[in-house]
């Protein structure tokens, strides 16, 4: 079986990435949470990745981490977790790949806090711009290849693409970014899938505060 280590559910949004997929598909794992910016912490990060930073998924020998690199390792082992059409997978590929390395403004002000609700007005034009620009992905993927009756998620059915936007629909709820159309809908079914529902519940109740998160 897989061991998933994850640092808090609340604040860790690589770590909660992999762990959505799993959680959809119900694929078999055990996770370790490492709380962040406890006693040890980098240390305890240190004994399973190599990197220092979480997620991190062991797999009897096996150590995979990085996000996407874990995703793309299940989806070999699991087929299914990519859209199926050529066109669709490599679409997928491209908006996670730009979700994994891009909207660095969005996360510099916008910590990820899935219990907190903070609306105010979006903090500045580098931020505005990584909200439009992901609102447009969400419309142009639902528009392209998620109106066909497959589901309601970016390319139909739940796929790695929804897993590596999964924090974002949560920074969008914590911080009152409400997109209309084809996007809102979108986040909308995202918010109400069982497990980002399972997600939210488990980070609501984590005992761990952390202020640096909290105050944003």
């Known amino acids: ?54 997620p991190c998924l062991l797999d009897t020998g096996t150590v995979v981490w990085d996000s996407l690199a874990i995703c793309e390792y299940l989806a070999e082992k699991h087929p299914g977790l990519w859209p199926q059409a050529a066109q669709a997978r490599a679409h997928a590929r491209s908006v996670s790949a730009e979700m994994h390395s891009g909207f660095q403004a969005l996360r510099s002000a916008w910590g990820m806090n899935i219990r907190r609700r903070s609306a105010r007005p979006v903090p500045g034009p580098e931020v505005a711009a990584d909200v439009d620009r992901i609102v447009g992905i969400w419309d142009e993927c639902r528009s392209r290849y998620g109106e066909h009756g497959h589901g309601p998620f970016l390319f139909g059915g739940f796929s790695v693409a929804d897993a590596m936007y999964a924090p974002i629909c949560f920074r969008f709820q914590t911080y009152g970014v409400a997109p209309r159309g084809r996007a809102g809908d979108y986040m909308a079914a995202m918010l109400a899938n069982p497990a980002l529902s399972l997600l939210a519940r488990d980070a609501a109740l984590e005992p761990q505060h952390i202020e640096a998160y909290d105050s944003l």
């Open 1 to 54: 079986m897989y061991t998933l280590i994850i640092g808090n559910k609340n604040y860790s949004s690589w770590s909660v990435r992999p762990w959505l997929l799993m959680t959809h598909f119900g694929i078999p794992f055990t996770e370790k949470c490492i709380g962040l910016f406890t006693p040890g912490y980098e240390q305890a990060i240190r004994d399973y990745s190599p990197s220092g930073k979480l």
